[in-house]
């Protein structure tokens, strides 16, 4: 079937502006993790959603950033009033469940750049 | 707080070598450590997961070993290819003090591999 997938792939915007990245999971997965890789950062979390349980936020970095479920399964990452810092690759993976067992499955990026 | 080294941060080497790369990580309260590969401009692709209780893990060329106790994990790639050029990161998926799973990878900054013909 098909893997992660997100959009845009690449998004430019003028600093204070918001932003929406989406990202649609593996069909069946009830897991759900955002993470960021920046230059000299590498990967960082930023959210994870299991299923009907409360969301684990304690990667954002600011309360500027903020990622939303519905349905338990596709996720929306918002960014208000961007700044140049938060020019990243922001990264979406799935897996079948949170148990330790679950492999992480990750999709393509979205290339976000702030001017 | 949980820490991830890579080490080296690049290497360089002929066709057909075989070679290793190494990860640390200095809380070894894991539940699994994975091993990813990423390609210019891509997301990342899963190569291998080994799990708390597991020593290793083989698939094809590529052969992965974990040593909870010392916090070590070494991917070993035999007969490189110059397809074989990305970089390659680890992660690792850390329990808290409970045992309780929060889902979250912690991943190191990554060995960047190229292999020359």
């Known amino acids: 079937g098909a893997g992660v997938s997100q959009s845009p792939s690449n998004k430019v915007t003028e600093k204070g502006k918001d932003v929406e990245l989406r990202c649609d999971p593996i069909?069946?997965?009830?897991?759900l993790y955002w993470y960021r890789q920046s230059l000299g950062q590498g990967l960082e979390f930023l959210i994870y959603?299991?299923?009907?349980?409360?969301?684990?936020k304690s990667g954002l970095p600011s309360d500027r950033f903020s990622a939303e479920r519905t349905g338990g399964s596709v996720s929306t990452l918002t960014i208000q009033r961007t700044q140049q810092e938060d020019s990243a690759v922001y990264l979406c993976?799935?897996?079948?469940?949170?148990?330790?067992?679950?492999?992480?499955?990750f999709g393509p990026g979205t290339r976000l750049t702030v001017l | 707080k949980q820490e991830v080294t890579q080490i080296p941060a690049a290497l360089s080497v002929p066709e057909g070598e075989n070679l290793v790369l190494n990860c640390s990580f200095t809380?070894?309260?894991?539940?699994?450590l994975q091993w990813f590969r990423q390609d210019p401009g891509k997301g990342l692709t899963s190569l291998l997961l080994?799990?708390?209780?597991?020593r290793e893990q083989t698939s094809g060329r590529l052969n992965a070993s974990l040593d909870k106790s010392s916090g070590r994990s070494t991917l070993y790639i035999a007969a490189s290819q110059p397809g074989d050029s990305a970089t390659y990161l680890c992660?690792?998926?850390?329990?808290?003090?409970?045992?309780?799973?929060?889902?979250?990878?912690?991943f190191g900054q990554g060995t960047i591999l190229t292999v020359h013909p």
């Open positions: 080994i799990q708390s209780s597991q």
């Open positions: 809380d070894s309260a894991i539940y699994n």
């Open positions: 959603f299991q299923g009907n349980s409360a969301p684990d």
């Open positions: 069909s069946g997965h009830t897991a």
């Open positions: 992660a690792v998926k850390p329990t808290n003090a409970g045992g309780t799973n929060y889902g979250k990878l912690t």
């Open positions: 993976a799935s897996s079948l469940g949170g148990q330790e067992y679950n492999e992480q499955f």
